[in-house]
């Protein structure tokens, strides 16, 4: 049987008995019990991971942000009369996805913030790919123009940018985003530093206690703090 086996079933097979071992060492050694279901979870993302980096290297070899700007750690604002959309995906232990967007002025006001909830896996470039997406369908709903939309996922942005997308489900998700942005007019995604994405980062984790919701004002308490503080550094 396992001459037979594609490398893709030899790769899984291989990552899961490995899990196993880890698990039965866990066992014996910690007396730490490992349920059967996350032994598989934890070998799929291993493989998931894994299967990011080669491609997040065939598309950016040098591994080089695009600007000194992209690699800031600070929020920084957007052109004169352009709006910032910033997004982050968060993965929970319980298998969903959540999504943080927060929309901002040039001079650091908060404009509209959002979060957004769904059933996820272990896939991070597919929950990067979504949160890209649900960005979009937000500016659609909300006809914002003159904007742009950042996150910290260099491979997805990569991708955008190269047009280059993996047979994959996540390669096929970001190819539906890269149509729509080529028929809209003013709206543009780039990469940003994952410290300086922090604002969007804390309402992906939020969107698990708020799934799912609007803000135009009032925005949750979670926020405010990292708002206030960029706004600090606004000349």
């Not at 709006?83 to 968060?90: G, I, Q, R, T």
């Not at 790919?129 to 904007?147: C, H, I, M, P, R």
Request: aromatic residues 8%; proline residues 4%.
């Amino acid at each position: 049987m396992l001459n037979n086996s594609t490398p893709e079933c030899m790769q899984i097979i291989s990552t899961i008995t490995y899990s196993i071992w880890l698990a039965r060492n866990n066992k014996v050694f910690q007396k730490k019990h490992t349920p059967a279901e996350e032994v598989v979870a934890h070998a799929m993302k291993s493989i998931s991971e894994y299967h990011l980096h080669l491609v997040e290297n065939r598309l950016n070899p040098s591994n080089q942000a695009s600007s000194v700007d992209r690699n800031s750690k600070r929020w920084s604002p957007p052109p004169s009369n352009f709006l910032k959309l910033k997004v982050d995906a968060h993965l929970s232990d319980d298998g969903r996805w959540g999504f943080g967007l927060i929309v901002r002025r040039a001079d650091g006001r908060c404009v509209g913030a959002a979060t957004r909830v769904c059933a996820g896996s272990q896939d991070v470039a597919m929950a990067e790919a979504t949160g890209l997406k649900e960005a979009l369908q937000f500016v659609e709903d909300n006809l914002l123009s003159n904007l742009i939309i950042e996150l910290d996922a260099n491979i997805i942005v990569q991708a955008l940018n190269r047009k280059i997308f993996p047979r994959t489900k996540w390669g096929n998700l970001v190819r539906q985003c890269s149509r729509f942005l080529s028929r809209s007019i003013g709206i543009s995604a780039a990469w940003v530093n994952r410290k300086s994405n922090q604002v969007a980062h804390t309402l992906a984790r939020w969107a698990l206690v708020e799934p799912n919701r609007n803000w135009s004002s009032n925005f949750p308490y979670c926020i405010l703090t990292h708002i206030q503080n960029d706004m600090r550094g606004v000349s």
